[in-house]
C-alpha cells in the first residue's frame, strides 16, 4: 500500500443513512476506496475531498479528486495508538494530517519546526482555533485547526490557506 497521505482522527462516523451502508473493506491501491464518496448530511466526506485535493494540489497540480483520493487514506485511531505506528510503518505515507485534537496526543509523533497557523471562528469573536504543521523524520506532519466535521465554523478560503502552507516532503 502506499498512501502518500494519511488523514488520522479518532471520530468515527455517527451518522448512518438507511440506504446507502458504509463500505467495509480492505485498504485499496490504485483506486480510491470507495467510502470517500459516502454522501453524509454532514459535509464531513465532501471535507475529507476537498482537503486531499488540496494537499496535492502544490505536486501535482492537474490532478482531481480521483487521483487525490487514490493516495489517500484515512485512519481512526480511536483508543488504539499503535494503529498510526501501524499505518506509518505498513504506508509508508509522506504526509500526515491530524484531523482532531485527540488523535494528534494520541498519536505521540515528535515533530520538528513546528509552523503554527491561526483560524478565527466567523461567528463567534474572539475564538480562534490552532493548527500546525511540522515535521516527522521525513514525514510532514499536520494537525487541523478544526475537523471537517465542523466546516461551518471556518471560512473556506481560512483552511485553504492552513492547507497551502503545508511543506512539501523530502525529495518532492
Known amino acids: 500500500m502506499n498512501a502518500w497521505l494519511l488523514l488520522v482522527t479518532t471520530k468515527p462516523p455517527n451518522w448512518r443513512d438507511s440506504f446507502i451502508t458504509w463500505p467495509e473493506g480492505p485498504l485499496t491501491l490504485g483506486e480510491p476506496h ?11 466526506w465532501a471535507e475529507v475531498r476537498r482537503w486531499s485535493v488540496e494537499l496535492f494540489r502544490r505536486h501535482q497540480p492537474a ?22 505506528r501501524r499505518a506509518l510503518d505498513l504506508l509508508a505515507p509522506r504526509t500526515v494530517l491530524f484531523l482532531d485534537e485527540p488523535s494528534w496526543e494520541r498519536g505521540g509523533l515528535s515533530i520538528s519546526r513546528r509552523e503554527s497557523h491561526s483560524i478565527a471562528d466567523p461567528h463567534r469573536a474572539g475564538q480562534v482555533y490552532e493548527g500546525f504543521w511540522g515535521r516527522h523524520d521525513a514525514i510532514v506532519v499536520g494537525k487541523s485547526p478544526q475537523h471537517p466535521s465542523t466546516h461551518n465554523l471556518y471560512r473556506a478560503p481560512d483552511m485553504l490557506e492552513f492547507l497551502r502552507a503545508a511543506p512539501l516532503p523530502d525529495g518532492v
Open 34 to 44: 470507495e467510502g470517500f464518496f459516502y454522501p453524509d448530511p454532514l459535509g464531513f
Open 63 to 84: 490532478w482531481g479528486t480521483s487521483e487525490a483520493l487514490t493516495l489517500t487514506t484515512l485512519l481512526h485511531v480511536a483508543d488504539e495508538p499503535d494503529r498510526l
